[in-house]
């Protein structure tokens, strides 16, 4: 989809690749304790996504910053599609 390359560009690959561990290693946790009580064995890269996608909208949105809409908003829809295909 061209998301990670658009975030590289604007960034760094340095940033690029903090961002996305922090981002997957939140959404790891996070399902864990969504999940807590459950036999759920819980793997993928969603959070670590969705975490470069948030913080590109972030940016744009603080800085006020011209992203490209489109190319962010099919990433989120893909990306929340295939979580209903598995659950």
Same mark, same amino acid.
């Given at each position: ?19 996305y561990m922090l981002s %997957?290693i939140a959404g790891g !946790? ?6 807590r009580y459950e036999l &759920? ?18 940016? %744009?949105?603080?800085?006020? !910053? ?9 990433? &989120? ?11």
């Amino acid at each position: 989809l061209g998301i990670g390359f658009l975030f590289e560009n604007m960034f760094s690959r340095r940033v690029f690749i903090a961002v996305y561990m922090l981002s %997957g290693i939140a959404g790891g !946790i996070l399902s864990a304790v969504v999940h807590r009580y459950e036999l &759920i064995v819980s793997c993928g890269a969603s959070g670590a996504i969705l975490g470069i996608t948030g913080y590109l909208l972030a940016f %744009g949105l603080c800085n006020k !910053i011209e992203l490209p809409f489109s190319k962010i908003f099919t990433n &989120i829809c893909c990306v929340s599609n295939t979580w209903k295909l598995i659950v």
